[in-house]
């Protein structure tokens, strides 16, 4: 194999993004300095934290705790409502990629509400999550995992933006695939998945009692991952027919990892947790770590290998 | 490619330890003492979780041989439900995190406003033992709430003391105190930690003086070990919880929100 640059950028959405490489909703994207600071630590593009209608507090803390490979979190959704977000979230090109939106709601007219009143051009596309395991009102916990609802969702968030529409999809439900075509017939512009998985539950046993506030709350971290493989993986057997990309999301915490989700199928990849494994830099860590594999293994483009795993 | 080309990280969880002992500091404000050796450094702060009242972020206040201490205002539920607990209670902690004073300097002024006091106790005693010469000038709304008067004494660190209704010592800020040492004690490095005005007060003293100085800044933290972002500070998007608490007086000037406003739970603005 002959030695060739890698080129890590890709084309999503038709927007260039200069490596594939998506801080994934819910961590650190509470403001707009907070998600230009990671954009300088390397990431290709970040997404905002979940906006719903009105502002929610979230759940009672402990809302975020580790062990070994596994994370656990139940921060409830917290966020300032569509009103100040609309503020926080303006003059984007400050950030310096692109910046995805992400909205909550409780059914398919609430996010469509949402779509048409909290979205500006300035966002790259709009993420809608169905998937969120420890909330109540939203995602799994609103029924919003099922293919029915995930097209009347989808098909409600279409039409009320111009924004390419992301569906955020499950790995709790047996049925993925067809999750995943749902989405595709309701006009999605790609899917995005898995959300955490779970829930789950830490009891600490000198107190006698669940840590997390919420008791329960969506695992995520590098344990999950060979998870987020399987489900990147039968998502795309799903839709390869309809050319639809894939970010995939789930435990990614080195650039041996984002290969395999690409690998699997996906076109970009989420990074969440390995912010708290690897720290902040971690993007630009795992940047490296593609570039070199690609090097070595005679990759020159990310588009080389996505899907190479299937038959 | 390996596997492990990130180290293995000690889990992020609390762990349960007996309250050792709660001594009175000042009206409405407790010392809890825990056995054991976090290795925390002055600035730094532990998550302290009350099973069934919530989680909340407070600066060690004392670090000894086998054991340490946070010092706690009762403001609120949590501190309310604190308030309630005696030796031989359980609370979980978790940490310590986030980044420490520098230690630096010769001769240096730490400034304490109300329970920001807390953690320069510890960080005075840190330097004084590290052969700084340690001034301290601190603050409260009435002599009831001054923290500290004998520990200072008894660690012969000289102190001053102000309060807003005179009831003790100046009357008046402790940054009137503070303009005072910098004339007089030739003052290298000043720290404080404090309402956020007196802070600012600060800041805008030693930027005038050409003086360097650290500022223990508190936000609403959530996770405390920097994934959340529920602590960002605009301007630069900084973490309180990981590249602060404690932040340089150059540090300060990128900080657009600083002395302005802060967010609460939900991620709204409150003005300061």
Redo the contacts between chains.
């Keep these: 194999m002959s030695k060739v640059p890698a080129n890590l950028t890709i084309g999503l959405f038709g927007k260039k993004l200069r490596n594939p490489l998506i801080l994934a909703s819910g961590f650190l994207g509470v403001t707009k300095s907070s998600l230009k600071n990671v954009a300088q630590n390397g990431a290709g593009a970040v997404t905002i934290k979940s906006i719903s209608r009105e502002p929610r507090q979230g759940h009672k803390p402990p809302v975020v705790l580790t062990n070994g490979d596994v994370m656990i979190n139940a921060v409830g959704y917290s966020n300032p409502g569509i009103e100040e977000a609309k503020r926080e979230f303006s003059g984007l090109g400050d950030v310096g990629v692109p910046v995805i939106a992400s909205i909550i709601g409780e059914d398919a007219r609430e996010l469509g509400y949402m779509a048409k009143n909290f979205l500006s051009r300035e966002f790259a596309a709009v993420e809608v999550p169905l998937s969120c395991p420890h909330t109540p009102g939203y995602g799994l916990l609103a029924g919003q995992g099922t293919p029915e609802a995930t097209l009347e969702i989808t098909k409600a968030v279409k039409g009320s933006t111009s924004l390419p529409v992301i569906i955020k999809i499950s790995a709790n439900v047996q049925s993925i695939g067809e999750v995943a075509k749902a989405a595709v017939k309701g006009g999605a512009d790609a899917i995005n998945v898995t959300n955490t998985i779970g829930p789950g539950m830490f009891i600490d046993v000198q107190a006698r009692k669940p840590v997390l506030g919420f008791g329960v709350g969506g695992l995520s971290g590098p344990a999950i991952k060979p998870i987020a493989v399987r489900c990147v993986f039968d998502v795309y057997e799903a839709v390869r027919g309809s050319g639809i990309p894939i970010i995939g999301t789930g435990g990614v915490t080195t650039g041996q990892d984002a290969v395999e989700l690409i690998m699997a199928g996906a076109s970009a990849v989420g990074i969440g947790s390995a912010i708290h494994f690897r720290g902040i830099e971690v993007f630009r860590q795992v940047c490296g770590e593609m570039a070199g594999f690609m090097e070595s293994e005679g990759f020159s483009g990310i588009k080389e290998m996505v899907g190479i795993a299937h038959d | 490619?390996n596997?492990h080309?990130?180290e293995?990280?000690p889990?992020?969880?609390?762990r349960?330890h007996g309250i050792e002992d709660v001594i009175e500091e000042a009206l409405d404000t407790n010392t809890y003492w825990f056995k054991g050796e976090p290795g925390a450094k002055p600035g730094q702060f532990v998550?302290l979780?009350v099973?069934?009242a919530?989680?909340?972020p407070f600066g060690i206040s004392y670090q000894e041989k086998g054991r340490f201490a946070v010092t706690v205002r009762k403001v609120g539920p949590f501190t309310e439900e604190l308030f309630g607990m005696k030796a031989g209670d359980?609370v979980?902690i978790?940490g310590p995190y986030g980044r420490a004073f520098s230690c630096k300097g010769k001769r240096v002024a730490l400034v304490g406003g109300g329970y920001g006091t807390a953690p320069l106790g510890f960080l005075a005693e840190v330097m004084s033992a590290g052969g700084s010469k340690v001034f301290v000038s601190t603050g409260a709304a009435s002599s009831r709430y001054l923290m500290f008067r004998e520990r200072f004494r008894h660690a012969k660190i000289k102190a001053v003391f102000s309060t807003d209704d005179g009831s003790f010592g100046h009357r008046g800020f402790c940054t009137d105190c503070l303009t005072g040492l910098l004339e007089t004690e030739r003052i290298d490095r000043v720290y404080s930690c404090g309402p956020e005005a007196m802070l600012r007060e600060v800041a805008r003293i030693c930027s005038e003086q050409g003086v360097d100085a650290e500022f223990s800044l508190e936000r609403y933290l959530?996770?405390g070990?920097?994934?959340?972002?529920?602590c960002?500070?605009?301007?630069?998007?900084?973490?309180v919880c990981?590249e602060g608490p404690v932040f340089t007086l150059q540090e300060l000037g990128m900080i657009?929100e600083f002395g302005k406003y802060k967010?609460?739970?939900?991620?709204?603005?409150m003005s300061i």
């Design positions: 490619m596997h080309e990130y293995q990280k889990p992020e969880r609390p349960m998550m979780w099973p069934g919530g989680q909340k359980r979980g978790q959530k996770c070990f920097g994934v959340c972002g529920s960002s500070l605009d301007g630069t998007g900084w973490r990981k657009t967010r609460d739970g939900s991620g709204r603005r």
